[in-house]
């Protein structure tokens, strides 16, 4: 998505208050539209596939079931879709199951609301929303894939793999690694498209169950040769 074009955003929470206020708030700025908000699972995907929104904000305790499921369903739909959990359950299960359907990070429903419009922009741009060192609790609990899928990735996408992994943005891998940004971007989207993955955290999800990125007690995550 180019920095010109409009992100098309979408908010699900069941207090309708809450939703339409944040709406509001979102729809104020100029390279965001609000294109509808939605209290249930089912409001939600209903929604999802008439407004095809770039990014939705998910409430997790939704009034007929939980955001996660939502998330599922709409990713189903439109893989392309960017969902972030906006939810005041922090809780490692919770931020678990959203990284298993796909979601694209997570941010405090206490947040500013500048938080969440920077959330907005950056879930748009293909940014993983989680703090890194929340990334590095969560990674080891997911399982791994008895099925052991291969994934053939260079030695490069490794290197960036592994950079993702300690929750690095594009920018700061581009630092990292003394390449330019575009160069990190083209490198994401290879490994995005090899892991089957729309968004970073689910290739992260992807690649420690596959067994591509290994998490050491002391060292931090690392890729395998």
């Known amino acids: 998505m180019s920095d010109r074009e409009t992100i098309k955003v979408m908010v699900v929470d069941d207090h309708t208050l809450f939703s339409q206020t944040l709406g509001r708030v979102l729809g104020n700025e100029p390279d965001l539209e609000m294109v509808g908000t939605a209290g249930s699972v089912v409001e939600a995907r209903a929604m999802a596939r008439r407004a095809q929104p770039d990014v939705v904000l998910m ?85 791994r894939d008895t ?27 581009a630092d990292e690694m003394a390449l330019s940004v575009n160069t990190i971007r083209k490198h994401v989207q290879s490994i995005l498209a090899k892991l089957d993955a729309h968004s970073k955290l689910e290739a992260l999800a992807k690649a420690v169950q596959g067994g591509l990125v290994e998490i050491g007690r002391d060292a931090g995550p690392r890729a395998r040769p």
Do not use: W
Request: hydrophobic share 45%; net charge negative; charged share 25%.
């Open 59 to 143: 409430d997790y305790r939704l009034s007929d079931g939980v955001g996660t499921e939502a998330a599922r369903q709409i990713r189903e739909d439109r893989p392309e879709t960017k969902v972030v959990m906006l939810t005041g359950f922090p809780e490692d299960s919770v931020l678990i199951a959203a990284i298993g359907v796909g979601c694209s990070g997570y941010i405090a429903k206490d947040a500013a609301v500048e938080e969440v419009i920077s959330a907005v922009r950056a879930a748009a741009a293909g940014e993983a929303l989680i703090p890194p060192e929340m990334l590095l609790r969560l990674l080891p609990r997911l399982r």
């Open 147 to 173: 099925h052991h899928t291969v994934f053939t990735l260079s030695s490069r996408e490794l290197d960036v793999l592994r950079l993702l992994a300690r929750g690095l943005s594009n920018a700061a891998m």
